[in-house]
């Protein structure tokens, strides 16, 4: 049986794994994990009655079964292919494999720069002031910076502070930060329907969870109920971290 197997049918049952493998994490993260698993058994069943059993009737009718789930899941996930397609042609892959060559350590104005954003993120928190901060890396977040509010203006504690206070007009909204700039203020941003985000948590964590999720941007948090701060990032939540571990965090996007 194994004498016709070789390299080239095991790369090719290697690269099926890891197609199926991503396959899962994504519909994991995506929240829709059960009807992974109902794809899987239908695919599964199709095989068997098309290829090992050949049911002329019954394959055909399965046949049909699968062309359209086909176009159904797309329509239906259009969105989610729309993201992963995105985050497939990211340049943060590019980005990878150069810093694995040439490892580029932070300058001191590199700390100097994300320094007021720990700082004021630590002030608000105190106060119980909620905000919600984005920072754009490789993915372009124009259409979330057009619905806010206009700032361009160098990262400042004190203006973060102020842009965030309980009276402010944009506090409800984003603060996006793009090319160490604050550019804009009060932004929408998409909001997650991940099952999986505790019903404690509220929507601007949502919010941060659904901007990681689609892109490959930072979101930072700090809750209004508890002053607890939290990180999304790759479509992961970070949650009540200190001064050095959201220091770590920022620094670790240089």
């Not at 124009?142 to 509010?149: M, S, V």
């Not at 929507?203 to 999720?213: E, S, V």
């Amino acid at each position: 049986m194994l004498l016709g197997f070789g390299i080239k049918d095991l790369i090719d049952v290697l690269l099926v794994a890891l197609m199926l493998f991503y396959l899962y994490k994504f519909m994991k993260e995506s929240g829709s994990l059960n009807l992974f698993i109902g794809i899987l058994i239908i695919v599964a069943i199709w095989l068997f009655v098309s290829q090992i059993f050949q049911m002329r009737l019954l394959g055909g009718i399965l046949d049909t079964l699968v062309n359209v789930g086909a176009l159904a899941i797309i329509v239906i996930f259009q969105d989610d292919i729309r993201r992963f397609l995105r985050d497939v042609g990211s340049q943060r892959r590019v980005r990878r494999v150069l810093d694995f060559f040439a490892k580029k350590d932070a300058t001191p104005s590199d700390h100097a720069e994300m320094m007021p954003i720990v700082m004021a993120c630590m002030n608000m928190s105190k106060r119980k002031e909620g905000a919600l901060i984005v920072i754009e890396q490789s993915n372009n977040l124009t259409e979330a910076i057009k619905t806010g509010e206009t700032v361009d203006a160098n990262i400042n504690q004190l203006l973060i502070e102020n842009i965030f206070f309980k009276n402010s007009p944009l506090h409800d909204g984003a603060m996006i930060i793009s090319q160490k700039r604050i550019v804009a203020a009060g932004c929408l941003l998409p909001v997650s329907h991940s099952m999986n985000i505790p019903k404690s948590l509220g929507l601007r964590h949502r919010a941060a969870l659904g901007i990681a999720q689609e892109t490959d941007a930072l979101a930072i948090v700090v809750s209004e109920e508890t002053g607890a701060i939290t990180v999304a990032h790759k479509g992961q939540l970070h949650r009540r971290l200190s001064a050095e571990e959201l220091e770590k965090l920022l620094f670790e996007l240089e």
